[in-house]
């Protein structure tokens, strides 16, 4: 048809590029730049500034400190080894977090009963930092990888609710409107409409949580561990090797970078509708 | 003229209680029959009414007082025989094209081969051939309003509500999507009920048009337009019937 068509070919021409739109190309020149920086100007604060070099290990020293454990282990493991534990440990806890609290938080978001049985729980455990339980956990879950996943995931947990919970209110009393007058029944309501419209916000969620569960893989490897980026840190405090404690830090890093970059890939895959798809 | 009464409201009033405590009266005393397959046109002043008294037709939101009966049953809640296009066009917009036209039926269990030839055809006929893989968010105003009307048919209801639904178009579009619309309406008839605060929309499209009064809303006039279709909006007797009628209007408000 003539007129779709005129309309189609003016809509595949964006009509005013904005100023701050920068190219892809561009965009990861910068952030090489950007790298490449801090990496020069940390290097020159080594050899330059009297004793910096020892609070503050230089980035020759890491990098080399990093070579020399692919092939020789610290502890039992070398460092791709603590890399795969710590990666481990964050996805299954953060996983088990993220599934019990994105349905608690549309349970909570969609029924006013559900949400007044379980806010008044919700709204105690919320505020206790993940490291806090580090104890209890211990107690529960004993020194092994349960109680890991419980820390982590409990951080998760938190996070992922509270989006939950905000995505599912937001939903669109006009968009409710129209699938009942299409003929939705109430079960739909929720799988067509208010689950699909939460979506955004639970990525949102998702990703905050991210970040959240990498911080606690610390605490989660203060409880008695072998392995992972967190003994990395404590063994560097416990010897005073602060080139081990940097290395740690690089490794959660790592870690973060690959899990949200995956989270990343998923989230525009099934949100390419909405604008945090884009 | 079919005379069968489809869509009939019976001294419809709407009242909101106000910050200060005393009440708003927004719709007082409105009646209104529409017969089967008769395209009606509501008009009146903005922001006054119109839209609460889709919704109350809907069965989105109650009367204070007063009767709506849709085929001779009384509408208390919304349902899939009386179809809706909005204004905000409120496509679902997680859905393609296809999704949003083919959801209506979808939702009551209707297989998928039935349904989506149903949905093409009504795709096809709005002209979007072409466009059902896309998202809202990729088409223009018109085409998002075209989706929507397109939708609403699907579903074949026994009656279409549309809500100022050409009110965010820019004249242009306007213009078109009227013409479009009034072209489809011929091809499948259906009983109409289109609320505007365009004279000349009205004009173009009513077997009759009943003019509201300003707030609180109620029936100031109507007028029966038997104007050959389509109509020539630069028509002599188009713009006689123009004068007339907007010499009763009360607009401003």
């Known amino acids: 048809m003539a007129t779709s068509n005129n309309i ?21 020149l910068y952030a090489f730049i950007s ?7 940390w290097q020159l604060a080594v050899l330059f500034l009297p004793n910096f070099g020892n609070i503050f290990p230089g980035p020759y020293d890491v990098v080399a ?33 993220a599934v019990i609290g994105v349905i608690t938080g549309l349970a909570m978001g969609t029924s006013k009963l559900a949400n007044a049985i379980i806010s008044p729980v919700f ?10 339980w580090v104890p209890m956990a211990i107690l529960w879950f004993g020194l092994g990888e349960a109680s890991k996943y419980f820390i982590i995931g409990f951080s998760t947990f938190v996070i992922c609710a509270l989006n939950s919970i905000a995505g599912a209110r937001a939903t669109s009393e006009k968009l ?27 990525f949102a969620g998702l990703q905050i949580s991210l970040s959240a569960s990498c911080s606690t893989i610390l605490a989660a490897e203060m409880v008695r561990s072998e392995e992972g980026a967190g003994w990395l840190i404590l063994r560097g405090m416990n010897t005073g090797n602060m080139t081990l404690v940097l290395v740690g830090l690089i490794v959660i890093s790592v870690t973060g970078l690959i899990l949200a970059t995956v989270m990343r890939a998923i989230e525009r895959k099934a949100i390419s509708w909405s604008f945090r798809g884009k | 003229m079919n005379n069968e009464v489809v869509i009939k409201c019976e001294n419809i009033s709407k009242t909101f209680p106000t910050a200060d405590g005393t009440a708003f009266d927004v719709i007082a005393d409105f009646s209104i029959e529409v017969n089967k397959n008769e395209f009606v046109v509501l008009i009146g002043p903005g922001q006054c009414g119109k839209t609460t008294l889709i919704n109350i037709i809907a069965g989105l939101e109650e009367a204070t007082s007063g009767i709506v009966t849709v085929g001779g049953e009384l509408v208390t809640e919304p349902d899939p025989k009386i179809g809706v296009v909005y204004q905000e066009t409120n496509l679902f917009p997680w859905l393609t094209v296809m999704g949003n036209v083919e959801f209506g039926p979808k939702a009551q269990g209707e297989s998928k081969a039935s349904r989506q030839e149903r949905a093409q055809k009504y795709i096809d006929l709005v002209g979007l051939t072409g ?10 105003g018109g085409m998002q309003q075209r ?36 072209k489809i309406w011929r091809q499948e008839r259906r009983t109409v009920l289109f609320v505007t605060n365009n004279l000349e929309e009205a004009i173009f499209l009513a077997d009759r048009i009943v003019l509201m009064t300003n707030c609180p809303s109620t029936v100031k006039q109507e007028y029966i337009i038997d104007l050959p279709r389509p109509r020539d909006i630069t028509s002599r007797e188009f713009l006689k019937i123009r004068e007339e009628i907007s010499k009763n209007l009360d607009l401003t408000s």
């Open chain 1, 8 to 28: 189609k070919k003016k809509k595949t021409k964006p009509a005013i590029i904005s100023e701050d739109q920068i190219t892809k190309k561009q965009s990861t």
């Open chain 1, 35 to 41: 790298f490449a920086v801090v990496v020069v100007l």
């Open chain 1, 65 to 97: 400190l990093m070579i020399k454990i692919v092939k020789e282990p610290v502890g039992r493991l070398t460092l791709f080894a603590h890399l795969g534990w710590t990666l481990k440990r964050i996805f299954i806890g953060y996983i088990i977090g």
């Open chain 1, 123 to 132: 709204e105690i455990l919320r505020p206790i930092p993940a490291i806090a």
């Open chain 1, 176 to 202: 409710k409107g129209a699938a009942r007058m299409l003929g939705a029944s109430e079960r739909q309501l929720f799988s067509k409409i208010i689950l699909p419209s939460s979506v955004p916000q639970i």
């Open chain 2, 131 to 140: 466009f059902e893989n896309q998202h809202p968010n990729k088409l223009s």
């Open chain 2, 147 to 182: 989706v929507g009307i397109a939708r609403v048919y699907t579903n074949e209801p026994l009656v279409l509500l549309l809500d100022e639904p050409f009110g965010h178009l820019d004249a242009q579009t306007r213009y078109l999507m009227e013409e479009e619309l009034e």
